[in-house]
């Protein structure tokens, strides 16, 4: 997985590295932002959907496609702002905000804990970037032959310098 490192914003539906102290764990975790402050999520029981701000939200990531696969229960979450709820796209076998959902303000994650947002390997950047990080390295190195040949060289057609007597002035 790429991410990038120096995301400026997080939005519903981005996929997230996020360390996991809110959560009173040393790991970083990475999973599916579903919903940001101020959002309500929600979980019915006997439904087979989330509601996002009331409306039936639409999930077709989630593997298997049962957005509540290994749901511990019902839940209602408002979230609070600068905070993000977050779920796994295997719910089945995912520990993220559901199961932590009396701790952590609602089982969220402050914004200041994500540390990068998932970049499709397929981006027209990250498949330059792949292509262009080899052709830099070489070209550094090529660049570093040379130059180190062009000192050699420069030393080597020095002409010699001869001491010369010098004369002392007769008085």
């Known amino acids: 997985m790429v991410f990038n490192l120096m ?3 997080v939005d519903r539906g981005d996929v997230v590295l996020f360390d996991a102290a809110a959560w009173g764990e040393r790991h ?5 932002v ?3 402050g101020g959002d309500r999520i929600a979980c019915t029981p006997g439904e087979r959907t989330l509601t996002l701000n009331g409306r039936p939200l639409d999930e077709p990531y989630v593997r298997d496609g049962d957005p ?5 229960g019902p839940f209602d979450v408002t979230v609070p702002a600068g905070r993000l709820l977050v779920l796994g796209d295997n719910r089945g076998n995912s520990a993220d905000s559901r199961y932590r959902l009396e701790e952590a303000e ?12 998932f970049v499709d390997e397929d981006a027209p950047l990250v498949v330059g970037l792949r292509s262009a990080v080899p052709a830099g390295g070489a070209v550094l190195l090529v660049g570093a032959v040379v130059g180190v040949a062009a ?15 010098y004369s002392v002035p007769q008085a």
């Open 68 to 72: 509540v696969a290994g749901s511990p």
């Open 151 to 165: 000192l050699r060289l420069r030393r080597r057609s020095r002409p010699a310098t001869v001491p010369t007597a």
């Open 7 to 9: 995301a400026t914003g």
């Open 106 to 117: 609602g089982g969220t994650v402050p914004v200041s804990a994500v540390k990068g947002t």
């Open 34 to 36: 579903i919903a940001v």
């Open 28 to 32: 970083l975790s990475v999973e599916r």
